[in-house]
């Protein structure tokens, strides 16, 4: 009786304690804040390839038409801390990120509070050139280059402690406005399509702009393999041209959603040449961020807290058609196919998830469709009364693109070829999503 009433009261503490655990994971608070940004472009001598298409076939970039960056916000409630940091870059293998921490380790950081956000720039350094594990040597998926990965994250170390530096106290708002025709659903005609542009205003309390973040669903694609010059693609035009509209050494910080299914639609009159619907595209973009930005009401007190939520992933699978689809693109056959998976996608994943104020970024570990991401959203915004729920796309690492269940086995289409963990896939991620996210009340 005596060990039945104390097991009873070891489980009602455990209780009162997780309890007080989620509770303490979201506070109103005064933020400090900071920003950096770093050049992310390796020299030409390193030969860094291009990531996005097979058919490059791992060939060095041949130049430079704009530069790459990675830009950093460290935020602080004066006892927590945490570096939001996108970057103009393909995405991130899962290797990437531990390799970051353990260099990060004595400076206090810990996986809970790095996000890293990639714009998917297909115009960037290739994504298995990051990429250890990657020691398979098919020029199709990509080749590891030590050199580049090395410079790479030491960039990134820098970045985060240039950013940490000094703190000042800030005023945080986020306002979103739904804009037809700037994207399409390319796995089918007509399909779902997330047009919801979403802008953070984090302004120090003097009133100077700090950092504009902006999330918009849209893969930058333009370029297609022939294009051989290192690019931030459109992310990297909207974001010069939002720079350039506020003023002020603003910083802008551009984050993918769930883009999976998403292609961006070229503007009226931008001509032919990729390269003029890219600064088309970006320019116009950016002018209606301003203008939303402008609008943008901040706060002194905000909630603000972060989360990781455990997702629990499926046995690896290719799908039926991938030797038909990607299989051919990366001229993979079966025996291939098994030791690739085993080394390049990882056993477990997390979605990692943030809150400043009304914005919560709900962080996916590769490319998510967007019916997926609505869903997310809206659950999301429901559980935590956030205004404003986002998808932070490939964040922190690439797992494979993710579909629902009823899309990976209709299959017909590159994305679900591409999906590596057969149909539960879509469902376990966005369960893991919604309940990890939902902590941030």
């Not at 729920?389 to 009823?406: K, P, Q």
Request: with cysteine; net charge neutral.
């Amino acid at each position: 009786m005596i060990q039945t009433q104390m097991l009873q009261r070891i489980m009602l503490l455990l209780v009162v304690l997780a309890t007080l655990v989620v509770t303490r994971g979201v506070a109103a608070a005064e933020l400090t804040a900071g920003v950096a940004r770093i050049d992310l472009t390796p020299p030409l001598k390193l030969k860094a390839p291009l990531g996005g298409y097979g058919a490059r076939m791992s060939r060095p970039a041949e130049g430079v038409h704009d530069r790459i960056f990675a830009k950093a916000l460290v935020v602080s409630d004066g006892q927590r801390k945490f570096a939001l940091v996108t970057a103009d870059l393909l995405g991130f293998a899962p290797a990437f990120k531990v390799d970051l921490l353990a260099r990060l380790k004595d400076k206090g950081w810990t996986e809970q509070q790095v996000m890293l956000l990639p714009s998917h720039s297909h115009t960037s350094i290739d994504m298995n050139a990051l990429n250890p594990a990657n020691v398979l040597n098919i020029p199709q998926i990509g080749i590891h280059n030590p050199a580049v990965y090395e410079l790479t994250l030491k960039n990134f170390v820098e970045l985060i402690g240039k950013a940490g530096e000094n703190l000042q106290p800030v005023t945080i708002g986020t306002m979103s406005k739904r804009i037809t025709g700037w994207n399409r659903n390319r796995r089918e005609k007509g399909g779902i399509t997330d047009d919801e542009l979403t802008i953070t205003r984090i302004d120090t309390t003097a009133g100077k702009p700090l950092a504009v973040l902006v999330n918009f669903t849209a893969h930058p694609t333009f370029m297609s393999e022939r294009e051989m010059l290192f690019s931030g693609d459109w992310p990297g035009a909207l974001q010069r041209a939002l720079e350039a509209a506020i003023g002020e050494g603003v910083t802008a910080m551009y984050y993918n959603g769930a883009q999976g299914d998403q292609s961006p639609v070229a503007r009226p009159d931008s001509g032919d040449s990729p390269w003029e619907k890219v600064e088309r595209y970006g320019f116009e973009l950016g002018l209606v961020a301003a203008d939303l930005w402008r609008n943008t009401k901040t706060s002194r007190d905000v909630k603000f807290g972060y989360h990781l939520q455990p997702v629990n992933l499926p046995p690896r699978a290719w799908h039926p058609d991938f030797m038909q689809t990607g299989g051919k693109e990366y001229g993979l056959n079966e025996t291939f196919m098994a030791e690739l998976l085993k080394k390049v996608t990882p056993d477990s994943a997390v979605s990692a998830s943030v809150r400043l104020g009304d914005l919560v970024i709900i962080g996916i570990p590769g490319e998510a469709a967007a019916g997926l991401g609505l869903r997310i959203k809206s659950e999301v915004r429901a559980a935590t009364g956030a205004e404003h729920a986002v998808i932070g796309g490939l964040c922190n690492e690439w797992i494979s693109y993710i579909l629902t269940a009823d899309s990976y086995l209709k299959g017909s289409g590159y994305e679900a070829s591409m999906s590596f963990y057969g149909p539960e896939l879509g469902d376990r991620v966005m369960k893991a999503a919604i309940t990890g996210a939902s902590t941030l009340k």
